[in-house]
């Protein structure tokens, strides 16, 4: 009788594992006990994989996923229960299969590269308990399109979302304190961003190389950063923090910054120019590199340091204006590195500091001059006009306004000076009362 009861248990026990999902039985999670809580530690697949993690185990309760414990594994699914508080650094790093990860509220912390390279999750929410993301927490997760960041999120780490191609929006909610630097980088598809009322610490560049996107918005409430015209400012505008890369055009930075942030316009390829004010005093390190689409700059006296690599592979960047006298600069050979090869920098007279080369740059004085003592000035074949004089090469454009008392100047005619000289001539100056004129750079 006993040997007959025991076959009937065995044979309900082959019925129950066999009413068991298939990825239930051939799945086993390992674990470690200290101090009366349990970590995950990992996870034996045979073949694809559904995991809900139990809230307890031998009586005790299930804590924190532990450091690798899931990692590159071919898991599917995971539930996360709330009696998990910690997931672990790359506790789930490289899982490409991975699809649906649900987390209950409890979890407090996720570490550095927990869910870095899961490609195929298309969606994360993240619960209220969780309060920080760390270092590139979700980067590389390509497929990526939708957060839902819970209310309980204080600080995003460095490269938190890097990488992440699918993602077109991001709103950070006001409960974020900070932000880490080159949080959502490289994120290609994203084209609008908002940051809250309580984001007090933006670190480089949070947005860097996103070529898409138009615009930067700030909250109103927020007490440290504003957004003008989709730009990102610290709230006095002194300090330039990070210009959008998929704008184009050009662009005229406000009177009243006095520093421009390094990669405060990295990658802004269809930048073509750019109005640097004379309240600028610091162009900090790679502050316009890879910007393709510029091909002139002025940098204003005020400038007294540029950073190392300001304008690296500028590459259709030709001609820099310096106003005033040279600026300091670190790593100076790098300053202009990988510009056109004809690329050139023009100074003017009686300023200090220049030789025949500034960081690399080929220099040399910009020293047009409108002859008004020679035979070519004044009016001949109907055309009121005179010669310029300079270094060879030089490109000079001519304006005219009819008032000086309150000038509009408008540009006449562009000339190059080829032998040391070229004729300017205005056809149209019998149309005015009065004209006046002024070279100036292109």
Do not use: H
């Amino acid at each position: 009788m006993k040997a007959k009861r025991n076959v009937i248990r065995a044979f309900l026990l082959g019925v129950m594992l066999l009413l068991l999902p298939p990825t239930e039985v051939q799945s086993q999670l390992t674990f470690t006990t200290n101090n009366g809580a349990i970590t995950i530690t990992g996870y034996n697949l045979v073949a694809g994989g559904v995991v809900n993690i139990p809230s307890t185990t031998n009586g005790y309760p299930v804590t924190s996923i532990g450091t690798n414990a899931f990692d590159d594994s071919g898991l599917v699914s995971v539930t996360i229960p709330g009696s998990i508080i910690t997931i672990g650094d790359w506790a789930f790093f490289g899982c490409q299969n991975l699809t649906n990860v649900t987390m209950s509220n409890g979890v407090a912390n996720i570490g550095n590269y927990a869910f870095m390279a899961c490609i195929s999750l298309a969606e994360i929410t993240l619960p209220d308990s969780v309060t920080n993301l760390g270092l590139e927490s979700f980067a590389s997760c390509e497929n990526l399109n939708n957060i839902a960041f819970g209310n309980g999120l204080t600080s995003i780490g460095d490269d938190a979302f890097r990488d992440c191609f699918s993602l077109t929006s991001v709103s950070i909610p006001n409960n974020v304190t900070s932000i880490g630097s080159t949080a959502f980088s490289v994120c290609t598809s994203l084209t609008n961003a908002t940051i809250g009322s309580g984001v007090t610490n933006v670190l480089d560049n949070p947005f860097l190389e996103c070529q898409n996107l138009a615009a930067i918005t700030v909250d109103n409430n927020n007490p440290a950063y504003v957004s003008v015209d989709g730009v990102l400012f610290n709230k006095s505008l002194t300090f330039l923090e990070e210009y959008p890369a998929g704008r184009t055009g050009t662009y005229q930075i406000p009177n009243s910054v006095t520093l421009i942030a390094g990669d405060a316009f990295d990658y802004c390829t269809g930048l073509t120019g750019i109005t640097i004010p004379n309240s600028v005093t610091n162009i900090i390190g790679v502050a316009f590199d890879n910007c393709y689409g510029l091909t002139d700059v002025t940098i204003p006296a005020s400038v007294t340091f540029i950073g190392g690599g300001a304008f690296l592979n500028c590459t259709n960047l030709g001609i820099v204006f310096f106003v005033g006298n040279a600026p300091a600069a670190t790593q100076p050979m790098r300053v202009f590195s990988g510009l056109k090869n004809n690329a050139i920098g023009y100074y003017l007279f009686g300023k200090t500091g220049w030789g025949s080369t500034y960081s690399g740059l080929p220099t040399v004085l910009w020293n047009p001059q409108a002859q008004t003592s020679d035979c070519s000035f004044g009016v001949r074949t109907n055309q009121f006009g005179f010669n310029i004089t300079g270094i060879s090469n030089l490109v000079i454009v001519v304006e005219a306004c009819t008032n000086l008392s309150n000038p509009v100047w408008q540009p006449v005619q562009t000339n190059t000076i080829t032998g040391g000289s070229s004729y300017f001539g205005d056809s149209q100056w019998m149309n005015f009362p009065s004209r006046f004129y002024r070279l100036r750079s292109p």
